[in-house]
């Protein structure tokens, strides 16, 4: 008899299924013949799904936006999908216009832009090009595993560092702190801004809700590090999930502070799309006691749907238990002496450098 899969967790991963996109012509559910039941030591790989780094050909690295409740309008992601695997991410669903699914495939199959920083350079080039604060880390982690050793991220900088161009950082991960000998001179010169989105302090909720970014502790001695070395440096409490880690945002945003961070920011959990499975699914395998709970609480956030997609809205969510959450926020950052200071990145310094096969323009 063939039944459909138990919801079984993945060692080292977020999502739980791996079903088809929306975009596909036929659905993939999982279904059991009983031997996903024999000890995962047996069959390691099967409970283990290994990372796959794929090559993204695109020809052009710069994205753009029109959204009015996004403080950027351009913005660059070295790497398509996340190994970090959280849980909540909202990139997620962007892995159906490959035809993958937004559940494993999105942390297990990463495709990297090897040609980012050439790219960017002519980008820069461009007679048309006219400079604007460019994000990083708005769509996936610039600083995810991959980039330990495909330094694609690093190479980006150094394009930014090399034309004068302003950018603002928002990562998970440590290894951000690899690239501070870039990251201090922009800062000297106003062209760098770094955020650190720290979610819970619980290890043990990061290690099952974002289960390859960094610990909590290093994404905080990450700040302290970047502060130390005159980087600006803030905090994202994002996003803050009702019942599960919002008790957390006066403490997560106290520790940042104490290490270092003069801005901070928060997003209420957003659940688009495949998301909103995608996570209940979570919710059953790693916190069954509280899932009715806090997906009751969710939809109290979101006019009684558990997403709502409305500009102004979607970021912050509405009603009572979200302006409670909007107070609590500006009453610590207020006591905590955070966001004083706006860091205003210059623009005024882009210059196109000469072409490093040091050729001279005719004209």
Known sequence: MVEEAPILPRKGRGAIRNESGRYEKFTRIAVSDGWDRVPEDEFPDENRPRTEIRTDSSRSIVSHNQSPDIPFSSSINPYKGCEHGCIYCFARPTHAYLGLSPGLDFETKIFAKPDAASLLDKTFRGRNYKPTVIAMGANTDPYQPAERSLRITRAVLEV??????????????????????????????????????????????????????????????????????????????????????????????????????????????????????????????????????????????????????????????????????????????????????????????????PPETGQLSLF
């Open 160 to 353: 930014l560092e090399r034309f004068g161009h302003p950018v603002g950082i928002v990562t998970k991960s440590a290894l951000v702190t690899r690239d501070i000998d870039i990251l201090a001179r922009l800062a000297k010169r106003r062209l760098v801004a770094v955020s650190l989105s720290v979610t819970t302090l619980d290890r043990d909720l990061a290690r099952v809700m974002e289960p390859r970014a960094s610990t909590p502790p290093l994404r905080l001695e990450a700040i302290r590090k970047l502060s130390e070395a005159g980087i600006p440096t803030g905090v994202m409490a994002a996003p803050m999930i009702p019942a599960l880690n919002d008790y957390e945002l006066e403490a997560i945003l106290q520790a940042a502070a104490e290490a270092g961070a003069k801005s901070a920011g928060y997003v209420l959990l957003r659940l688009p799309l495949e998301i909103k499975d995608l996570f209940a699914d979570w919710l059953e395998t790693h916190r069954p006691d509280r899932a009715r709970h806090v997906l009751s609480l969710v939809r109290d956030t979101r006019g009684g749907a558990l997403y709502t997609a409305e500009f102004g809205k979607r970021m912050r969510g509405d009603g009572p238990y979200a302006q409670l959450i909007a107070q609590r926020f500006r009453t610590a950052v207020a006591r905590l002496e955070l966001n004083r200071d706006r860091w205003a990145l210059d623009l005024s310094q882009f210059k196109v450098p």
